[in-house]
Nanobody, 119 residues
Framework: QVQLVEPGGGLVQAGGSLRLSCAASGRTISNYAMGWFRQAPGKERELLAAISRGGGSTYFPNSPDSVKGRFTISRDNAKNTLYLQMNNLRPEDTAVYYC?????????WGQGTQVTVSS
């Protein structure tokens, strides 16, 4: 079992920055591909970014073009932590953000953290 906890959300003004972290416990995350998702009110959960087990490759599949260039996903396997650096935030980025750890026959989610961007 992997437990994922996401502190770091909050309220930020448009144009501001925020870094989310996802601290894992139970097992090392080095064996898992990791990703960040978000879910805005009334919308489906969407994948924002994913990162390979070693951190050498990042992906922005199915992501709105507006996220690319503003968000950066990274990981520190030694600290068992996943990060999402968000810059130039916009009101439409307001959502609950979730981290995910995935491998064959295993799929774990954090509880989510609220990010609210005021205009």
């Amino acid at each position: 079992q992997v437990q994922l906890v996401e502190p770091g959300g909050g309220l930020v003004q448009a144009g501001g920055s925020l870094r989310l972290s996802c601290a894992a416990s139970g097992r090392t995350i080095s064996n898992y591909a990791m990703g960040w998702f978000r879910q805005a009110p009334g919308k489906e959960r969407e994948l924002l970014a994913a990162i390979s087990r070693g951190g050498g490759s990042t992906y922005f599949p199915n992501s709105p073009d507006s996220v690319k260039g503003r968000f950066t996903i990274s990981r520190d396997n030694a600290k068992n932590t996943l990060y999402l650096q968000m810059n130039n935030l916009r009101p439409e980025d307001t959502a609950v953000y979730y981290c995910n750890a995935k491998r064959v026959r295993a799929d774990y989610w954090g509880q989510g953290t609220q990010v609210t961007v005021s205009s």
